[in-house]
Every structure is written in structure tokens, then in C-alpha cells.
């Protein structure tokens, strides 16, 4: 295949479909996963659990030292405009030193795994059977770095392929042990372990075999300089985002708190994972990263900052709904998914969908900088992560409460910062706020009129009917512009007559 044809408009529209497919199968049984070992497994186990999938979780940035990111940024540019051997050479090398990487990270582990565990209240029990799931840090990362790296190149099909597989995967694995009653936390993180090698297997089989069909045709060769300088910055802006990573999270609440509340959190973090992977700038971030880039190098800056201002805007209306749907259902929805364990949670959810709407913007506005090879800044304001385990301390005097509104609040102060000064440097990103305001304004009226009414109607009933109404009402508010409308007609061809609907015709009413 020749690169000149990678990122075209129609490779983008296949990459969607083969995408919305696969995450719409890794939702569903991650979903059914959730719920199913929350069930199964015992508090102290659960929260074990959950607090060692979270130590992987936190090896994704703190093993990177920039280079997932530095793959992000010059795969397509190698891809479109590489040297034949240079592509093949850039993806050989990334993966080795990864992989070298991650092993001396779980050995390093491994070594201080007592201390590490009885600091974090395991059991003597729980850190035997635990032990094993460090393997994890390989194949889990191994297999994710692969698969990035798929999407990078528009090889949505089996990326998605082997997403999907991953819970699946476990899912099956869990149905085993239940039929045969061996569900023990060890039995469980065999399952993960080697469910999780198979998708790495998988994932690097794919990679090998794009790599011999792709044929390069420009002459751009990367340094292993300005490789190793973009990654150098990044490695730092990778360590600020392991300490506030959701692993490290979790880990700082089992410290502070136990491994009950930290399974509690935990749940509530997984609820929040599956939530976040339907926002625009998560759900589209890995086809539409490479596709802005590709437009970077062409100068056509207009549409790249289109298209980030739509994302922005989107991310927001999806979070109002999902806030909605809290604010007056919280406790009724976390108690009957957690199957009655956790109760009276509705607050904790709503605080953390509040950090949602932040954090899912802050990870836009990083793939922006990190484009636009604003990577020391961007190391530099990553800086103010390092307040996070401060908040969490200072906090625990509220409880969970307490913990979760300090990160909510560090993580809104610095998007916030960085957000005003990206904005001062660059002027093709054009935010529609009066769009956006309308949006979060429906939002608000209809929660405050749900949670008048849920007392005389029920939860469920107002839920449903506020829910309609907030799909309705964005007729009347009319949240997108005409910009929003040209740009998804132009990249998923979706009907213009039905964009129009939710298009403000006034142009002059518009605030940037």
C-alpha cells in the first residue's frame, strides 16, 4: 500500500465505523465485567483487585518516558512522508526500548513487592496471590503501545479487534472459574495475565504485518535527536501525570483510606473509565490525532482548530448529561449497578463526572501542545500534578469527599491555566462559548427541575422524562454553529439537513 492514500477521507470514514464497532463491544463487556466482580469478589479482595490494576494503570505514563507520545506525533508524519526503511526502522526501535523498559520496571517492582503491598494493607495471603499479576506491566502496556501504534495508522479493524478482545477475554475466563467455583483473586489474575498476552501476541502480529504492506514514498527521516529531545520533554509531563494518574489515585486512597474505600473508589473510577471512553476527544482522539497532524503538515490550520473547538464543545454536552442523570439518580444508580454493595455514593459520582468535564479537556489540550511541539511548556505546567497527592493528604481529614473534591479542584485550577495560555499563542482555536453556554444552561435548568419533581414522580420516571427532555431541548438551544456543521459533514458525511437542526443560524450571536 502506498502511503500517500493513509489518511484519506475515506480511510478515515472506514477507521470510524471499525472503531464505534469495536468500542461499542469493549464497552458493553467491560460494563458486564465491572459489575460481575463486584459481585464476586470480597471487599479487602476486590479493593486488592482494583488497587493492582491500578498500579498498572499508573506504569502507562510513568513507563512511556515520552515515547508513546513521541509515536503519537511522528508515525504519520513518517507514514506520509517517511523514507521506505524509516517507518519500519522508527517502529522497530520504539518497541524494543518499551519493552526493555517495562521489564526493568516489574522487576524493580517485584523486588520491593512486600514493602510496597504491606504499606498499602494488603495481607500477607493477598500479596502472594498479587505477585504473578505484575506481569501485567508488560503484556497490558506491550499489547496498548502496540496498538496505538495501529491506530496511528488508520489500522482501526484490528486494533479495535484486540481491544475488544481484552475484556471479552476476561470476561470468559471469569464465566470458567464460576462454573468450576475456583474464583479466587490468584485464579483471576491468571485469567487477566493470559488473556493479556494474547492480545499482545495479536496486537504485534498486526503491526509486522501493515509495516511489510506499507510502502513509504517521501524522503523525511526523523533524527534520533529530535526523537529523543520531544520524548525527553514528554518523559517529564509523563511523570507529573503518573502521580495524578486514576492508578496512583487509587493507590493514595487505599493508603489514606484502606482497601474497602479504595475498592468503593475504584468502582466509581470504573463507571467514570467507561463514560469517559464515549467523549469525543477520548472515543476519536486516536483517528483524529493522526488526521489533524497530517493536516498541521499540509497548513491547513483552519480545520485543525475547528476541529478541536468541536471536540471541546462536545465533550461538554455529553458530561451535562451524564450530570444530569446523577444529580438526581446518583445513589438509586450506583446502588443498583454495585449490586446494593455501595450506597449512598451519588455525591462521590457527581463530583468526579464534574472532573471528568476537565480532565477529558486537558487531555485535548495536551494532544494540541504535544502537535503543535509545545512539549516544554506543556512539561512545565504539568508540574502543578505534583500537587496532587498534597490534596489527597489534606483531604483525608473529610474523608473520600474531601479527597475527591481537592483533585477535582488541582485538576480544574491548572486546565484552566493552560487553557488561557494556549490560547494566547495560537489563534485558529476558536471556542464557541455561547454555544456551549446554551448547552450547559438546558443542562441546569432541567436537573433543578428534576430534582424538584423526583419526590412526587419517583427516580427512575424523572430520570427518563428529564433525560428525552435534554435530548429535545438541544433542538431548541441549538448548541453547534455552522462551522460544526461544515466540518462533520466533511468528515463523516452525516446528513446536513439533520446537522441543521442543532446549528444557531445567527453568526453574530456567536461569542469566541
Known amino acids: 500500500m502506498n502511503s500517500s492514500g493513509l489518511y484519506t477521507g475515506k480511510r478515515f470514514r472506514k477507521a470510524i465505523q471499525h472503531f464505534l464497532l469495536g468500542r461499542a463491544a469493549q464497552s458493553l463487556t467491560s460494563f458486564i465485567l465491572t459489575l460481575w466482580l463486584v459481585r464476586l469478589l470480597g471487599a479487602s479482595d476486590y479493593g486488592a483487585y482494583m488497587v493492582l490494576w491500578g498500579m498498572v494503570e499508573m506504569m502507562v505514563p510513568l513507563s512511556s518516558l515520552g515515547m508513546l ?11 506520509v512522508r517517511g523514507e521506505p526503511e524509516a517507518l519500519k526502522k522508527f517502529v522497530a526501535w520504539m518497541t524494543l526500548i518499551r519493552l526493555a523498559i517495562m521489564v526493568v520496571w516489574t522487576l524493580v517492582i517485584a523486588v520491593f513487592w512486600v514493602e510496597i503491598t504491606t504499606w498499602l494493607g494488603f495481607s500477607e495471603l493477598q500479596q502472594n496471590a498479587t505477585l504473578l499479576g505484575l506481569g501485567l506491566i508488560i503484556t497490558v502496556l506491550g499489547f496498548r503501545y502496540a496498538a496505538e ?6 489500522e482501526q479493524r484490528w486494533s479495535q479487534l484486540t481491544h475488544a478482545f481484552m475484556p471479552l477475554g476476561r470476561l470468559l475466563g471469569v464465566a470458567i472459574l464460576v462454573m468450576i467455583e475456583s474464583i479466587t483473586l490468584e485464579q ?6 493470559i488473556v493479556a498476552f494474547i492480545c499482545f501476541m495479536l496486537c504485534e502480529y498486526f503491526l509486522i504485518r501493515k509495516l511489510q504492506n506499507l510502502s513509504g514514498s517521501g524522503n523525511l527521516r526523523v533524527s534520533a535527536y529530535e526523537i529523543a529531545n520531544f520524548a525527553w520533554h514528554m518523559a517529564g509531563v509523563n511523570f507529573c501525570r503518573a502521580v495524578a494518574s486514576m492508578g496512583a489515585l487509587r493507590i493514595l486512597v487505599a493508603r489514606v483510606l484502606g482497601l474497602e474505600i479504595a475498592g468503593m473508589y ?5 463507571l467514570l473509565i467507561i463514560i469517559g471512553r464515549y467523549l469525543p476527544a477520548n472515543l476519536l482522539a486516536n483517528i483524529i490525532r493522526p488526521m489533524l497532524i497530517s493536516r ?11 476541529g478541536i473547538a468541536l471536540l471541546w464543545k462536545s465533550n461538554l454536552l455529553i458530561i451535562a448529561l451524564s450530570m444530569i442523570a446523577i444529580s438526581i439518580g446518583g445513589d438509586e444508580i450506583i446502588a443498583l449497578v454495585s449490586g446494593g454493595r455501595f450506597t449512598d ?3 462521590f459520582m457527581l463530583i468526579m463526572l464534574f472532573g471528568l468535564g476537565t480532565t477529558s479537556q486537558g487531555q485535548l489540550i495536551s494532544m494540541v501542545m504535544e502537535m503543535l511541539s509545545y512539549t516544554r511548556q506543556l512539561r512545565f505546567f504539568s508540574l502543578l500534578l505534583l500537587l496532587t497527592p498534597v490534596v489527597v493528604f489534606f483531604g483525608v481529614n473529610w474523608g473520600l469527599l474531601g479527597v475527591i473534591s481537592g483533585i477535582v479542584l488541582n485538576a480544574w485550577i491548572m486546565n484552566s491555566i493552560i487553557m488561557v495560555w494556549l490560547k494566547r499563542q495560537v489563534n485558529f482555536i476558536k471556542l464557541d462559548w455561547f454555544g456551549i453556554l446554551r448547552g450547559i444552561g438546558l443542562a441546569t435548568f432541567l436537573a433543578g427541575i428534576g430534582l424538584f419533581i423526583k419526590d412526587e414522580f419517583g427516580v427512575w420516571l424523572t430520570l427518563t422524562v428529564v433525560i428525552l427532555a435534554y435530548g429535545l ?8 454553529n455552522s462551522s460544526d456543521v461544515a466540518l462533520l459533514n466533511r468528515g463523516i458525511r452525516m446528513p446536513l439537513r439533520f446537522l441543521t437542526l442543532f446549528a444557531w443560524n445567527e453568526k453574530s450571536n456567536q461569542m469566541r
Do not use: N, S
Not at 507520545?69 to 507514514?79: D, I, K, S, T
Not at 475504584?266 to 470504573?270: D, G, I, V
Not at 498541521?296 to 475547528?306: L, N, S
Not at 431541548?473 to 453547534?480: A, C, D, M, N, T
Open 69 to 79: 507520545e513521541a509515536v503519537r506525533r511522528f508515525l504519520p508524519e513518517l507514514a
Open 149 to 154: 501504534m495501529l491506530e496511528c495508522l488508520l
Open 188 to 193: 483471576l489474575l491468571w485469567v487477566d495475565l
Open 266 to 270: 475504584a468502582f466509581l473510577q470504573q
Open 296 to 306: 498541521k503538515v499540509a497548513g491547513d490550520y483552519e480545520i485543525v482548530g475547528q
Open 345 to 347: 455514593a451519588g455525591l
Open 473 to 480: 431541548g438541544l433542538f431548541i438551544v441549538k448548541p453547534l
